[in-house]
């Protein structure tokens, strides 16, 4: 088994299939000629009469799935034209009028926003659990109970599941584990390992790494494939093959990325857990964070994204503090090269959280640590320093 930096470089790659070139080229198009009737007939194939069509992906496509699917260790993948494309068209593919879903609480606000706004709407029961509930999840489970779904750690609040314990009760009555891998990426958790059914990116993060493309992905073992596959060719999803191509590329330097966001993002975790203007850092890759345990049982290593909660509510000092970073954009999405906060304040939760102040998601990107310490630590002292609001 080769190291991680090497299998990413490679994965999916066949360069004497095109003319030599490292990196599989932009295939764009929709019609796709038959050389004959006999193949055009034998095209035909998992009962699909229409699968000679660029729909249904290109050499591109499969370059990219396939390397996915090798990364991830999984049977087969998929590509969206975005990460939440891929979460609600993956849940699709498994329910039905009258299912029951088990859902994270700490889950991704648009896909909450889905499953509350829309399977409802169709018929399917959805009902939340706490992140961290683990072997407890068997009471909530029923034997209509068709998935659970569940993203570790959540993208907000950070908490770290139980995979292995989850994935064992889920499938004693029969339902699938779906999991958004998207924080940890291919490289630092391996959902497959751990007992999920459908792994989920949203591409657009780490994989593309440069914040100049929307894209999604869900890899399924081979009890799942069949059901993601014909759900998602059902609804009539495909991607760019421009996107794609950056997808392939950015794939290529993830792991050289991957460690520098992990590093920094633990580096400013930590220093910041020092200002006395901050009431909780979010991160589990402390050692003092909840979910640092399972954090170290499971994980490989941690990305750049964690959760801070400032002392403090009030609008004046908060426009301080964000107006004052200088290194750090204003902006949703994460995973590219640039450092970015969001204002949370309270994430939106089904279940009683233990909230303790004004929550700020950061992502550390690949700028110096020292200028990125430095950056935060001047627009919390601007912002507070100030103020009237105590800090002590």
Same mark, same amino acid.
């Given at each position: 088994?080769?190291?991680?930096?090497?299998?990413?470089?490679?994965?999916?790659?066949?360069p004497?299939?095109?003319?030599?070139?490292?990196?599989?080229?932009?295939?764009?198009?929709?019609?796709?000629?038959?050389?004959?009737?006999?193949?055009?007939?034998?095209?035909k194939?998992?009962?699909?009469?229409?699968?000679?069509?660029?729909?249904?992906?290109?050499?591109?496509?499969r370059?990219?799935?396939?390397?996915?699917?090798?990364?991830?260790?999984?049977?087969?993948?998929l590509?969206?034209?975005?990460?939440?494309?891929?979460?609600? *068209?993956?849940?699709?593919?498994?329910?039905?009028?009258?299912?029951?879903?088990?859902i994270?609480?700490?889950?991704?606000?648009?896909?909450?926003?889905?499953?509350?706004?829309?399977?409802?709407?169709?018929?399917?029961?959805?009902?939340?659990?706490?992140?961290?509930?683990?072997?407890?999840?068997s009471?909530?489970?029923?034997?209509?109970?068709?998935?659970?779904?569940?993203?570790?750690?959540?993208?907000?609040?950070?908490?770290?599941?139980?995979?292995?314990?989850?994935?064992?009760?889920?499938?004693?009555?029969?339902?699938?584990?779906?999991?958004?891998?998207?924080?940890?990426?291919?490289?630092?958790?391996?959902?497959?390992?751990?007992?999920?059914?459908?792994?989920?990116?949203?591409?657009?993060?780490?994989?593309?790494?440069?914040?100049?493309?929307?894209?999604?992905?869900?890899?399924?073992?081979?009890?799942?494939?069949?059901?993601?596959?014909?759900?998602?060719?059902?609804?009539?999803?495909?991607?760019?093959?421009?996107?794609?191509?950056?997808?392939?590329?950015g794939?290529?330097?993830?792991?050289?990325?991957?460690?520098?966001?992990?590093? &920094?993002?633990?580096?400013?975790?930590?220093?910041?857990?020092?200002?006395?203007?901050?009431?909780?850092?979010?991160?589990?890759?402390?050692?003092?964070?909840?979910?640092?345990?399972?954090?170290?049982?499971?994980?490989?290593?941690?990305?750049?994204?964690?959760?801070?909660?400032?002392? &403090?509510?009030?609008?004046?000092?908060?426009?301080?503090?964000f107006?004052?970073? &200088?290194?750090?954009?204003?902006?949703?999405?994460?995973?590219?090269?640039?450092?970015?906060?969001?204002?949370?304040?309270?994430?939106?939760?089904?279940?009683?959280?233990?909230?303790?102040?004004?929550?700020?998601?950061?992502?550390?990107?690949?700028?110096?640590?020292?200028?990125?310490?430095?950056?935060? *630590?001047?627009?919390?002292?601007?912002?507070?320093?100030?103020s009237?609001?105590?800090?002590?």
């Amino acid at each position: 088994m080769h190291d991680a930096t090497t299998r990413y470089i490679h994965a999916g790659r066949n360069p004497d299939a095109y003319c030599g070139l490292v990196n599989t080229p932009i295939f764009r198009g929709s019609t796709v000629l038959a050389k004959s009737y006999e193949a055009w007939e034998a095209s035909k194939k998992d009962g699909n009469p229409y699968a000679n069509y660029g729909r249904f992906g290109t050499p591109t496509t499969r370059a990219f799935e396939d390397a996915v699917a090798e990364l991830e260790g999984g049977h087969a993948s998929l590509v969206f034209p975005s990460g939440l494309a891929a979460c609600v *068209h993956a849940l699709l593919a498994f329910v039905k009028a009258g299912d029951h879903v088990l859902i994270t609480d700490n889950i991704y606000g648009p896909t909450r926003a889905f499953v509350s706004n829309v399977l409802t709407r169709f018929g399917v029961e959805v009902e939340y659990f706490v992140p961290t509930i683990g072997t407890a999840i068997s009471k909530q489970l029923r034997p209509n109970t068709r998935v659970v779904f569940t993203e570790s750690p959540g993208s907000l609040t950070f908490e770290v599941c139980d995979l292995p314990a989850i994935s064992e009760a889920a499938h004693a009555v029969g339902a699938f584990v779906l999991i958004d891998n998207t924080w940890a990426s291919p490289l630092y958790f391996k959902p497959f390992d751990h007992g999920a059914d459908v792994s989920i990116q949203a591409a657009t993060k780490y994989i593309i790494g440069h914040s100049d493309a929307l894209l999604g992905t869900a890899t399924a073992n081979e009890r799942a494939w069949p059901l993601l596959k014909a759900g998602a060719h059902d609804f009539g999803q495909t991607a760019s093959p421009d996107d794609l191509f950056l997808a392939l590329r950015g794939l290529r330097t993830m792991p050289i990325r991957l460690q520098r966001h992990w590093s &920094t993002g633990v580096a400013l975790a930590q220093s910041l857990e020092t200002h006395p203007a901050i009431a909780r850092v979010l991160h589990p890759a402390l050692p003092n964070d909840p979910g640092h345990e399972l954090w170290k049982r499971d994980f490989l290593g941690a990305s750049g994204l964690f959760g801070i909660e400032v002392k &403090t509510k009030d609008p004046a000092v908060l426009a301080r503090l964000f107006d004052n970073l &200088t290194l750090f954009g204003i902006g949703l999405s994460w995973g590219g090269f640039e450092s970015l906060v969001v204002p949370v304040g309270q994430p939106l939760r089904s279940l009683p959280t233990d909230s303790q102040g004004y929550l700020i998601r950061v992502h550390a990107g690949l700028e110096h640590v020292t200028d990125l310490l430095e950056d935060f *630590h001047r627009a919390l002292d601007i912002a507070f320093l100030s103020s009237r609001v105590a800090v002590a």
